[in-house]
């Protein structure tokens, strides 16, 4: 699964952003997801489970307790997908600019030369 799949549902996101606060129960993260989201707790250990098996979340034991950590390298993953997004956006909306300045000075130029008398912007 992609960095970002994992972060396009919303149910994971708002876990993380319970993780990202501290180290939480699983208690914790299942009754306040439940009464935010309306799930069960299957539905809440099932996304759980696929934050840990994607690298966004750590579970250690702590007794009859688990509790939830957020792991770094699975955030660091998904920062890298957004920045390689970014800079191809980046590099494609640089070269809209510049064809968008271009037809504008394109304009300009044919609006004085077809009105000789008009001064230039």
């Known amino acids: 699964m992609h960095a970002l799949d994992v972060l396009g549902d919303p149910v994971r996101r708002r876990i993380l952003e319970l993780l990202a606060d501290g180290e ?6 299942v009754d306040a ?11 809440v250990s099932r996304h759980l489970r696929i934050l840990r098996e994607q690298g966004f979340a750590n579970a250690r034991p702590a007794g009859a307790r ?3 950590a957020l792991d770094h390298d ?15 956006w980046g590099r ?6 510049t064809e968008v300045a271009r037809g504008a ?3 300009r130029r044919a609006a004085t030369t077809s009105h000789p008398g ?4």
Do not use: M, N, S
């Open 74 to 88: 699975g955030v660091d993953r998904a920062a890298a997908a957004v920045e390689r997004y970014r800079v191809q």
């Open 105 to 107: 000075r394109d304009r």
């Open 66 to 68: 688990r509790l939830y």
């Open 118 to 121: 008009k001064e230039r912007p």
């Open 92 to 97: 494609t909306l640089d070269a809209l600019h």
């Open 24 to 29: 939480r129960p699983a208690g914790d993260v």
């Open 33 to 43: 997801i439940g009464a935010e989201f309306g799930i069960t707790q299957p539905a």
